[in-house]
């Protein structure tokens, strides 16, 4: 069985890539409750996996240290209404630590690492049997790599976009000290999986959008596709 194919015609998955401050995470979450989709936030993922090293105390340029050190992270999945957050040894990790200046200074260099990505891997895959499980109608996932390297054969997939200066003016208006320019530049130019647009996928900008635009225009042709199964 091709792991990357799409589960079944009735079940959904819905790709969105992109660059920090883009907007993937208000648009996924709006997808999830339009359209019953479990809202899957692979950026959580590295930022979860990213607080776990840093607390064991793994340097951020010790490969093999870092391969070591993910192999043997125990994930698991928690779902809070639409959300899927992981566990990691069980526990969950808190959302302010997750989004604090360490790890957003540090997960761009753990995650260009090929182990981190591949311990995440199956497991991102994996969270379209969860959401099956708990009867949703399928999944929205959001990250880098979507589109190309998880979930290439998803029913949609789109790429968010806009201006730096916009992304920066977002992301202060969160109250969040975070140097996006700098993981933008860490997430592009890496050899494992680096963020680009998806061959293929539906680019765009968000830069003079609203957030109720960009949701308007991502959702028009799910839900024109699904009009036109029923
Ligand atoms: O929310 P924001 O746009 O700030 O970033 P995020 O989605 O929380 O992702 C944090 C970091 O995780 C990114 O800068 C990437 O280094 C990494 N990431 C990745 O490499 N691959 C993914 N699929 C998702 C995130």
Avoid at 70 to 91: K, M, P
Avoid at 104 to 112: D, E, G, K, P, T
Wanted: glycine share 8%; aromatic share 4%.
């Amino acid at each position: 069985m091709n792991p990357t194919a799409p589960m079944a015609p009735s079940f959904l998955i819905v790709a969105i890539d992109g660059g920090a401050a883009a907007g993937k995470s208000t648009t996924a979450r709006a997808l999830s409750s339009q359209f019953n989709l479990l809202h899957v936030d692979t950026g959580s993922y590295y930022r979860a996996v990213t607080h776990e090293l840093l607390r064991q105390g793994v340097p951020s340029d010790d490969t093999a240290a870092i391969a070591h050190a993910a192999s043997g992270l125990a994930l698991g999945t928690r779902v809070q209404g639409h959300r899927a957050q992981i566990e990691i040894g069980g526990h969950g990790v808190d959302e302010a630590a997750l989004r604090g200046p360490a790890v957003n200074a540090a997960v761009s260099h753990f995650a260009a690492v090929p182990a981190v990505r591949s311990a995440l891997l199956a497991y991102q895959r994996d969270q379209a049997r969860i959401a099956r499980e708990h009867g949703f109608a399928g999944l929205v996932m959001e990250g880098r790599d979507i589109g190309t390297v998880i979930f290439p054969d998803a029913d949609f997939r789109f790429f968010l976009h806009a201006d730096p200066a916009e992304r920066a003016r977002r992301r202060a208006a969160e109250g969040q000290q975070d140097s996006i320019a700098e993981r933008d530049r860490l997430d592009s130019t890496r050899k494992a999986s680096p963020l680009q647009c998806p061959p293929g996928a539906t680019g765009l900008d968000s830069t003079h959008l609203t957030l109720e635009e960009v949701v308007a225009r991502v959702s028009a042709p799910i839900a024109a596709r699904l009009a036109a199964n029923t």
